[in-house]
Nanobody, 124 residues
Framework: QVQLVESGGGWVQTGGSLRLSCAAS????????MGWYRQAPGKQRELVAT???????NYGDSVKGRFIISTDNTKNTVYLQMNSLKPEDTAVYYC??????????????????WGQGTQVTVSS
């Protein structure tokens, strides 16, 4: 019913930049919040950044001042501009959405829609 499709991951050297995109599609009625989380090998998934449809943003402490989240409500898409990348930013990045969709003949809300993940590797 709803899909999140991520793109933009890859390999970059320390200090470089990457831009991730995540597009939501399906029977979407409204999106409350979209964001990014990441998980490095052997570590728990952690918050990177989230953004509401109203423009409020929230960042994890380790990325403040380096990453910028933005949303395009007309395209149901969230972007993550990652600058000044460090080796410790290496992880699989997952898109998350909290949204209302039409399913099973009624409106439903889920806050745990996840994309498939995209690998970001920063080499020193």
């Amino acid at each position: 019913q709803v899909q999140l499709v991520e793109s933009g991951g890859g390999w970059v050297q320390t200090g470089g930049s990457l831009r991730l995109s995540c597009a939501a599609s399906g029977s979407i009625v409204s999106i409350n919040n979209m964001g990014w989380y990441r998980q490095a090998p052997g570590k728990q998934r952690e918050l990177v950044a989230t953004g509401t449809s109203g423009g409020r943003t929230n960042y994890g402490d380790s990325v403040k001042g380096r990453f910028i989240i933005s949303t395009d409500n007309t395209k149901n898409t969230v972007y993550l501009q990652m600058n000044s990348l460090k080796p410790e930013d290496t992880a699989v990045y997952y898109c998350n959405a909290d949204l209302v969709y039409y399913g099973g003949g009624s409106l439903r809300r889920r806050s745990d829609y996840w994309g498939q993940g995209t690998q970001v590797t920063v080499s020193s």
